[in-house]
């Protein structure tokens, strides 16, 4: 009998999206803007956070303004979607801070396939400032945190589900809590579940920056 190799189904789900997301990059940040490539779908996609009108998008990017049909920012804070593109919702981004805006990840649709490369118009928060609310947040993968898990960067923050988008098949993929942040996926987007308001940061040792008990 042929003996066969059964993977488990969140290692599959992994293994296919760090493979949709393999042209991703990330670079600058350190009080710059990042300069992103994002490989992104026909269809929905969410990268990093982008404002085309701000002239983000770069000239040697294959996806072009024009192919940008709408962008849309969730607000954990007022618990909807907020448009960025092609009519800024000014009202209710008047509202919110433009540095969080910008350094969460958003929606887009894009007409075609290709790579978009831009620029962020804005450096990134260092870590133990960006802030989650209780509920859904969409979060930026940064180079900071690649290779780290979610447990090493949540800060004060509780986690309770993650999910990645899959632009290839069009549904949401289970992103497993003890799993690394794979390099690959630098620029893209996860929506994350908090059960509290909170803010992250690299947790250190034990996981609660304190020291291990005295011995019984």
Do not use: C, H, Q
């Given at each position: 009998?042929?003996?066969?190799?059964?993977?488990?189904?969140?290692?599959?789900?992994?293994?296919?999206?760090?493979?949709?997301?393999?042209?991703?990059?990330?670079?600058?940040?350190?009080?710059?803007?990042y300069?992103?490539?994002?490989?992104?779908?026909?269809?929905?996609?969410?990268?990093?956070?982008?404002?085309?009108?701000?002239?983000?998008?770069?000239?040697?990017?294959?996806?072009?303004?024009?192919?940008?049909?709408a962008i849309w920012y969730y607000s954990p804070i007022l618990k909807k979607y907020v448009q960025i593109h092609p009519n800024l919702d000014s009202d209710s981004l008047g509202m919110l801070d433009d540095d969080?805006?910008?350094?969460?990840?958003?929606?887009?649709?894009?007409?075609?396939?290709?790579?978009?490369?831009?620029?962020?118009?804005?450096?990134?928060?260092?870590?133990?400032?960006?802030?989650?609310?209780t509920g859904w947040n969409f979060f930026t993968i940064t180079p900071d945190i690649a290779g780290k898990t979610p447990s090493d960067v949540k800060g004060t923050c509780n986690f309770e589900k993650i999910y990645g988008y899959d632009p290839t098949i069009r549904d949401w993929v289970i992103f497993p809590l003890d799993e690394d942040f794979y390099k690959d996926i630098v620029g893209v987007g996860l929506v994350i579940k908090a059960t509290n308001d909170c803010t992250l940061g690299l947790v250190e040792g034990n996981g609660n920056n304190v020291p291990p008990p005295i011995p019984n």
């Open positions: 009998m042929d003996k066969k190799i059964i993977l488990p189904i969140t290692l599959i789900v992994l293994i296919g999206f760090v493979i949709f997301v393999s042209a991703n990059s990330m670079t600058g940040g350190n009080d710059s803007p300069i992103v490539e994002a490989d992104v779908f026909e269809g929905w996609n969410i990268i990093a956070g982008i404002y085309p009108a701000g002239g983000a998008i770069l000239s040697n990017s294959e996806i072009k303004e024009s192919d940008i049909k969080v805006v910008l350094t969460s990840a958003m929606w887009v649709y894009s007409e075609k396939t290709g790579i978009l490369k831009y620029s962020t118009l804005e450096d990134y928060m260092p870590l133990s400032f960006r802030k989650f609310s």
